[in-house]
């Protein structure tokens, strides 16, 4: 304390000599809380500053950070594109491989069998309505079969819808893939035709039923394997027998009645062969006869499908 009197009464000796000493040392004092005011706010203003550099720089290490991360996340999402571009190419070029491979050997499939190999992609594109390919191999009869909830329309119409007096086979309506008979019928064009279901009708030579026997035909869903039916039974028939023997029954409800309807195909038949297996299901080929029965008279050809 005293060396702090000294100082004031030497300062103010040194800068005011010629005020009272009381008034010196007042004004020295006056001085000195001034210059400590000043350097307070100078130390502190200093030290307000070095925090606010130091936030600064967190701030600007934390936007560096993010911009960092918003690189890396850049580099992950265009290195997850083209990953994704690579498993995508392979897995199209898989498929191609796989659909070439198919094709391949749906066509030796079909060359084995003495068939052509069917464009499903073109027919399919041309008419929705196919339901598949009927082939007797040997013989005229290798068409497209269609089908729709109307068994009229294709009587009158060919393949693409134009209209046409031969028409196109076709499945009788509402017929499901899963049937156990499946109808097809086609247009007998008369004597001395052989368009369309008019050679079905050699089938009444006995000689013919026996070297024709092998039917094939090809569901356009599976898009490949034609699938053999033997000819079991060769039929001439008059609709007036519908409610005696109806050919067109697509399923049974049990085998009383599966074998009571196939008793009934054996007993009607003009030729019967026992098929070599049961058959899982059946194809009727049906055109008009009316040589027996007139405008009600049905020529029915009914294959069983092969084992195999």
Request: charged share 30%.
């Amino acid at each position: 304390m005293e060396k702090l009197k000294y100082f004031v009464s030497w300062l103010g000796e040194k800068l005011f000599p010629g005020l009272p000493e009381k008034k010196r040392q007042r004004i020295a004092v006056q001085i000195i809380v001034g210059i400590s005011l000043a350097f307070v706010c100078m130390a502190g203003m200093g030290i307000f500053r070095y925090k606010a550099v130091r936030q600064l720089e967190k701030y600007q290490a934390i936007a560096d950070a993010y911009a960092q991360l918003d690189v890396i996340l850049e580099e992950e999402r265009e290195k997850s594109q083209k990953e994704a571009a690579a498993e995508l190419e392979e897995l199209i070029s898989e498929m191609e491989a796989d659909a070439e491979r198919y094709r391949q050997e749906y066509e030796a499939e079909m060359r084995e069998k003495g068939l052509e190999a069917y464009d499903w992609d073109a027919l399919c594109s041309e008419n929705e309505d196919i339901k598949g390919w009927l082939c007797i191999p040997d013989t005229l009869i290798n068409f497209p079969v269609v089908g729709t909830d109307d068994n009229a329309f294709y009587l009158s119409h060919d393949f693409t819808g134009d209209k046409s007096s031969a028409g196109c086979p076709f499945m009788d309506k509402d017929t499901q893939v899963w049937d156990f008979n499946r109808v097809i019928y086609g247009h007998n064009m008369g004597t001395g035709s052989d368009a369309m279901f008019s050679t079905l009708l050699d089938y009444e030579k006995e000689d013919y039923f026996k070297e024709n026997r092998i039917i094939y035909f090809t569901d356009a869903y599976a898009y490949g394997s034609a699938a053999a039916y033997q000819v079991m039974a060769v039929v001439k028939y008059s609709i007036d027998d519908l409610e005696g023997w109806d050919f067109r029954i697509r399923n049974h409800g049990d085998m009383e009645s599966y074998n009571a309807w196939m008793e009934q195909l054996q007993g009607r038949a003009l030729y019967y062969a026992e098929p070599d297996h049961a058959p899982t299901s059946i194809i009727t080929l049906a055109t008009c006869d009316r040589r027996i029965h007139g405008k009600n008279g049905r020529f029915l050809v009914v294959a069983g499908k092969m084992v195999g």
